[in-house]
């Protein structure tokens, strides 16, 4: 659900406009507003941002479908494109939002619908109705969202990991296992490279000099900054952890394999001298002393008993079972 709202200060007012007809240059510079787009609106947003200022060639790499990560932080605009992680299936995908701030004017953009949005927009019409704020409280509150939108799911896959560990430990080593592994391995893949992105974003932004903002707002960007490098940190141990359950999931099933071909060995082991044995009494020669003997063939059943016991007694007393 696309939307624009004019922000007004004086009496904490909030007026909806059709986005499609939104144009920021109509609007009393003492309010602020709010535009949301869907990212297929091109043309809008071509209107839109050339009418903040914004280069034909940088609107073009902003609204670029193939681009991850995009950023520009200048004194009086800002533009963020990153891919942001979210649920699908069982697995992890990332879709685009951009956020294009000036004093102002705040415009998000994005493929579908997207609860960070929904949820900044819930809590901050409520916010703005109480206490009134602005633009970079709305940009905050992004970042906001999108930071606590990666703790759910690096516990989905902490949870997921410990599952795992148990299956396979307690013997099921089906191949669905290692599927779900190297799934959880690209979960995690596409995690890291959704934050990465992010983390130098920030990093410009509490570092460079910017008009739009402020000490104090500097302040609570070097919070999040912070919260995201301890996110690295976390989706770090993640990564080794996978590596970790990958590689002990892989160990024992070495270890059973090496025992299944332990076994066949001793079996083939065992089955060489009695295999001797009948071949010598199979021979085709006319005088072997034993082939005349009553007894002869319970003789030959009871040696070839005593060897393969007595081969299974050495390799019991040996430690080799």
């Not at 939108?149 to 560990?165: A, S, W």
């Not at 402020?214 to 070097?222: F, N, Q, T, V």
């Not at 070495?254 to 066949?264: A, D, E, G, T, V």
Request: net charge neutral; aromatic share 12%; charged share 20%.
């Amino acid at each position: 659900m696309n939307f624009a709202f004019l922000f007004h200060m004086h009496d904490k007012s909030i007026e909806s406009i059709p986005p499609e007809s939104f144009n920021p240059g109509n609007y009393d510079p003492a309010n602020f507003a709010w535009a949301d787009f869907d990212i297929s609106q091109t043309a809008e947003l071509k209107t839109l941002f050339a009418q903040l200022g914004l280069p034909e060639e940088e609107t073009s790499k902003i609204l670029d479908p193939k681009s991850v990560f995009y950023f520009q932080h200048k004194q009086n605009v800002f533009v963020d494109h990153f891919s942001v992680c979210r649920k699908q299936g069982k697995g992890l995908t990332s879709s685009p939002l951009i956020i294009v701030m000036t004093a102002h004017l705040i415009v998000t953009v994005h493929d579908g619908p997207s609860h960070y949005v929904e949820n900044v927009l819930k809590v901050y019409r409520d916010s703005f109705q109480s206490v009134g704020k602005s633009p970079g409280f709305i940009f905050f509150l992004i970042w906001d969202a999108m930071i606590d939108g990666f703790l759910p799911l690096v516990f989905n896959i902490d949870e997921k990991l410990e599952q795992l560990e148990n299956r396979y430990l307690h013997g099921n080593n089906s191949k669905n296992i290692l599927d779900e592994i190297i799934g959880t391995k690209k979960m995690v893949r596409t995690l890291k490279h959704s934050l990465a992105p992010m983390q130098r974003s920030m990093r410009h932004l509490v570092s460079a000099k910017l008009e739009l903002i402020s000490d104090e707002a500097r302040k609570y960007l070097m919070g999040h900054f912070e919260h995201l490098d301890r996110l690295a940190g976390t989706i770090d141990s993640l990564q080794d952890r996978v590596h970790s359950t990958l590689a002990g999931y892989n160990s024992l099933l070495s270890q059973q394999i090496n025992n299944s071909m332990k076994i066949l060995a001793i079996i083939a082991t065992i089955m060489m001298p009695l295999s001797l044995l009948a071949a010598i009494y199979g021979t085709n020669f006319k005088y072997i002393p034993e082939i005349t003997w009553k007894y002869g063939y319970f003789a030959f059943w009871g040696v070839l008993l005593f060897v393969g016991f007595g081969m299974l007694f050495l390799f019991k007393r040996k430690k080799w079972l």
